[in-house]
T-cell receptor, first 114, second 117 residues
């Protein structure tokens, strides 16, 4: 099972890009990287996922290194409402991918400062 | 669009009392359903998941049980609460994962904050 490593905390100035790193050096070739975030006292929110190509949606961009051993979530213009714990997850799959489990670690607490 | 509801939002219960938390999903059919718990200052722990009516899988042995009486209804219960059952309980749903689409997004409800006194 691939595991992820994230810094416990990061700060970012409002309006600047927030770049959140994640190491997943044991990831296998068909395992995806998922990102969620959890704002205080709320349930986690899905952000984005990717396999090997860079991905972008309305919330964020995901950059995955060519060797797939690490990735970076980019919030292009961070706002105060982006303050949250960000989780990088490699789902554990079973039965050929028809079943899976998400393991939420401790994540990175991103604090966006005014 | 899909929505997920949980109630109550907060609950204070004495030790030894029963518990029933309810979760319902709207706007989708045949979802996978999940119960998680987040103890104070800790990460999310998967408690139960269900792939269909009456089908429950337990991740960890504990004082809790789950049931799925209808396709979009998931209930978390306990006969006698312990102090260690305090926490933030989250229900989530996902589409049925399939190969090769491999969609593993889960969508979470607002949660129930349970305090056992």
């Amino acid at each position: 099972d691939a595991k992820t490593t994230q810094p416990p905390s990061m700060d970012c100035a409002e309006g600047r890009a927030a770049n959140l790193p994640c190491n997943h050096s044991t990831i296998s070739g068909n395992e995806y990287v998922y990102w969620y975030r959890q704002i205080h006292s709320q349930g986690p929110q899905y952000i984005i996922h990717g396999l090997k190509n860079n991905e972008t949606n309305e919330m964020a961009s995901l950059i995955i290194t060519e060797d797939r051993k690490s990735s970076t979530l980019i919030l292009p213009h961070a706002t105060l409402r982006d303050t949250a714990v960000y989780y990088c997850i490699v789902p554990t799959t079973y039965s050929g991918g028809s079943n899976y489990k998400l393991t939420f670690g401790k994540g990175t607490l991103l604090t966006v400062n005014p | 669009s899909q929505t997920i509801h949980q109630w109550p939002a907060t609950l204070v219960q004495p030790v030894g009392s029963p518990l029933s938390l309810e979760c319902t999903v709207e706007g989708t059919s045949n979802p996978n359903l999940y119960w998680y718990r987040q103890a104070a200052g800790r990460g999310l722990q998967l408690l139960f998941y269900s792939v269909g009516i009456g089908q429950i899988s337990s991740e960890v042995p504990q004082n809790l049980s789950a049931s799925r009486p209808q396709d979009r209804q998931f209930i978390l219960s306990s006969k006698k609460l312990l102090l260690s059952d305090s926490g933030f309980y989250l229900c989530a749903w996902s589409v049925r994962p399939s190969v090769p689409k491999r969609r593993y997004e889960q969508y979470f409800g607002p949660g129930t904050r349970l305090t056992v006194t």
